[in-house]
Nanobody, 123 residues
Framework: QAQLVESGGGLVQPGGSLRLSCAAS????????MGWFRQAPGKEREFVTS????????GYTDSVKGRFTISRDNAKNTVYLQMNSLKPEDTGVYYC????????????????WGQGTQVTVSS
């Protein structure tokens, strides 16, 4: 079983940047695919991006393409989400998730979740 802990959230002005981190512990030797989801107040949790174990494959939801970049450092058991050109609609709690090979947007197919980190984009 893997444990995930997110960090790096905060308050940022529109157009600004944040870098989120997700540190994994526990059974991190398993080849987990990693993903980021977000949940705005009153809305369902939605897929943002995912990355394969090797880092060679990534996927993004359309609304963040060209602005967000996911990456991972397996030696540090850490996944990152670099968020640039942030917009107010990016506001929400961002969750890190791990799956055994699945890279899609169905949150039910992810096996492990972090507790989330708040991102607020506001002037």
């Amino acid at each position: 079983q893997a444990q995930l802990v997110e960090s790096g959230g905060g308050l940022v002005q529109p157009g600004g940047s944040l870098r989120l981190s997700c540190a994994a512990s526990g059974r991190t030797s398993s080849p987990y695919t990693m993903g980021w989801f977000r949940q705005a107040p009153g809305k369902e949790r939605e897929f943002v991006t995912s990355i394969s174990w090797s880092g060679g494959s990534t996927g993004y939801t359309d609304s963040v393409k060209g602005r967000f970049t996911i990456s991972r450092d397996n030696a540090k058991n850490t996944v990152y989400l670099q968020m640039n050109s942030l917009k107010p609609e990016d506001t929400g709690v961002y969750y890190c998730a791990a799956s055994r090979g699945y890279m899609g947007s169905n949150r039910l197919s992810y096996n492990y979740w972090g507790q989330g980190t708040q991102v607020t984009v506001s002037s």
